[in-house]
């Protein structure tokens, strides 16, 4: 038999699930694998390998953490 606790980290999970989806669907990465990310920085100018570990983190990436963090920058996100 299940108690409270176990209810609310039950909960937790399934909250932290629904919101984990919703941000990957604004951020137009759902349904993406790292197989989808590029191997390459695609920024003019920069070719830099993209990490193994960022395909799988952020998968659909286009850019290194370096070019990306200038893309946000420019566009005002950061």
């Known amino acids: 038999m299940t108690d409270d606790i176990d209810r609310a980290q039950a909960r937790e ?3 932290l699930q629904d919101a984990l989806r919703d941000q990957a669907r604004r951020a137009g990465l759902a349904g993406k694998t790292a197989s989808d990310s590029a191997e390459f ?3 003019r100018g920069c070719g ?3 990490p193994e570990q960022r395909r799988q983190a952020v998968p659909g ?3 290194c953490v370096a070019c990306q963090a200038r893309q946000e920058k420019k566009k ?3």
């Open 13 to 15: 999970a399934e909250l």
């Open 41 to 43: 920085c695609e920024a």
């Open 48 to 50: 830099a390998p993209i």
């Open 61 to 63: 990436c286009k850019f």
């Open 76 to 78: 005002g996100y950061l």
